[in-house]
Structures are given as structure tokens and as C-alpha cells.
């Protein structure tokens, strides 16, 4: 049973917004009257908060709230189950000492996923996607120093390899960029209890079609410029998504021209152009640099 309580102590927690609150309470109301949808959900709860992480990575193939819970069930599930992950968060905050600046950095992440899609894209609920990122967070499998984000993959040997996220919220300074990378080194000790670190990058923007077609002085390509990148797979949904803020798109000359990177793209998309995604291994990086 999914309790007001619970809802109310996780908006306190999150610091959310109360015009949340009551369509919180309907689609909590919803699921609970129904068996099926209680089933499920608490499945789904079970596995996010409790399972082995792995569990969770698998979901990432899935795309629609009707993937992963019966038909015709409240989409704003997923807000739902982020809302309610607190009592995990306030756990593995505890489990691994973060510190007041990552506490207060990973739950307005948390908060964000919540309601990101909400506010600047004018979804009706959140998507599969933010509800599985907001989870990396609540699970700390990543940390955030400055300007990017750090998740802990795997130690093997006494390697341990670090994928670095990008946050799209604010532009791709370099400076900041080589700071956190740095900066990331003694928090990734910290936090994680680990040595001899690997960094690793997969994203459209080590995409190595798109930087042959960049300015060189620009921080996308200067980012680029710091690992070395071999092609993954296609990769233009992620461009619609984070270049265009779209989900998808029928006919390409419909695309905006609003900046010279959505020109660059608009017009190899219209010629063919496939995009495939970098997977960079960093190279050594001088802090002075």
C-alpha cells in the first residue's frame, strides 16, 4: 500500500513543489485500489531500491510506462517511484559519508528528474529514462564534481574504470571541464575507496562525424580532443533529444536552425549523414593544459 504519509514526508525530503502533491495522491489512490497495478509497482519498487544495480541497467532498453507496468496504469507511476525512493536515499547517504555539498547535489538531481520533464518539456509524467537516471543518485552510483558527473562501472585488478557524465544543463566549458576531472580524483577516493582510475566516455558529443564537421575551438571539440574515441552505435535519437529537445522527427527539414550546432546537423541529417556515438578513453590530462 502506498502511503500519504510516505508521499508528504518524500515532498518535504525533495523540497517539491505542492502542485505536485495532489496528482501525486490521485495516481498513488489509482494504484492502490487495484490489485495489478499494486503488484506491480511494488515489484518495481523492490527492484529499483533493493536488487543488485545491474537489475536496473537492464531496464534501460525500455522505453514506455506500459513496458514496464500493465496497461492503462497512471503514467505518473514513474514520478511516483522517484518520489519515493527517499528512504533510500537518506540510507545510502549515510552508507557512503557524502558530504553536505553532495547531499544537496544529489538530491536536487533527484528532484530534477522528477521534474524536468514536467516543466521544460510539458510531458504529462516523467519518462522510463529520467526515472532510471533519477535512481543512479538515489542508489549513489555516481557522484557530481563541477561541471560533470562520475559513475563507478567496475574494478577489475585493481583498475577501476569511471564513466563521465555530462549534465546538459549548463554549456560545455573546457576550463571547467579539466577542473573537475582533477577536481573528481580525491572524491572518487573518497566517496568510492578506490585507486588507479580509468576514465571513460560514451556520448554524441565524441560523436567522431560530428567533431570532422566542428569548429576546432569549440568546447565540444576541445572536449573531444581529450580522449581517444572509437565509433559505437548510431546515435541520432540522442541528437533529437539533447540537440533539439525532441523526442523524434518524421521529415528533418523540419528540424530548428536556431543554433550553428542544429544547423550542422540539420543538414547532414538531411543528407544521410549517420552519426554514431563515441565511446573516448581519456587520454592524460594536464591540469594546466
Not at 39 to 66: A, C, P, Q, R
Not at 95 to 108: S, T, V
Not at 113 to 141: H, P, T
Not at 199 to 213: A, D, T, V
Request: aromatic fraction near 12%.
Amino acid at each position: 500500500m502506498i502511503l500519504i504519509d510516505d508521499i508528504d514526508s518524500a515532498f518535504e525530503y525533495y523540497d517539491l513543489d505542492d502542485k505536485y502533491r495532489v496528482r501525486c495522491y490521485k495516481c498513488a489512490s489509482s494504484i492502490n485500489s487495484n490489485k495489478l497495478f499494486l503488484d506491480s509497482f511494488n515489484k518495481m519498487y523492490n527492484l529499483l531500491n533493493n536488487e543488485d544495480f545491474s537489475k536496473i541497467k537492464e531496464l534501460w532498453k525500455y522505453k514506455e510506462v506500459n513496458e514496464l507496468f500493465p496497461n492503462h496504469i497512471d503514467p505518473f507511476v514513474t514520478n511516483l517511484m522517484i518520489l519515493l525512493s527517499y528512504k533510500t536515499s537518506q540510507a545510502n547517504i549515510i552508507k557512503y559519508k557524502l558530504d553536505q555539498e553532495q547531499i544537496g547535489i544529489n538530491k536536487n538531481r533527484i528532484k530534477e528528474c522528477f521534474v524536468n520533464d514536467l516543466e521544460r518539456r510539458n510531458y504529462g509524467s516523467v519518462r522510463i529514462s529520467q526515472m532510471l537516471w533519477a535512481y543512479y543518485f538515489v542508489r549513489v552510483k555516481l557522484i557530481e564534481v563541477g561541471r560533470l558527473q562520475y559513475e563507478l562501472l567496475e574494478t577489475i585488478n585493481d583498475e577501476s574504470i569511471i564513466k563521465i557524465h555530462i549534465p546538459g544543463c549548463n554549456k560545455l566549458d573546457f576550463d571547467k571541464v579539466i577542473d573537475s576531472i582533477e577536481l573528481s580524483k580525491e572524491k572518487l577516493r573518497e566517496v568510492f575507496h578506490i585507486n588507479n582510475i580509468v576514465f571513460k566516455c560514451n556520448s554524441w558529443l565524441l560523436s567522431n562525424q560530428l567533431n570532422k564537421l566542428i569548429d576546432k575551438n569549440t568546447n565540444i571539440y576541445k572536449f573531444y580532443s581529450l580522449f581517444d574515441v572509437l565509433d559505437g552505435e548510431e546515435c541520432t535519437h540522442d541528437l533529437l533529444n539533447f540537440v533539439f529537445n525532441i523526442k523524434e522527427c518524421n521529415n528533418y527539414n523540419e528540424l530548428p536552425e536556431e543554433t550553428s550546432l542544429q544547423k550542422i546537423i540539420k543538414n547532414e541529417l538531411i543528407n544521410g549523414t549517420v552519426f554514431n556515438i563515441g565511446i573516448g578513453t581519456l587520454k592524460g590530462v594536464d591540469s594546466n593544459e
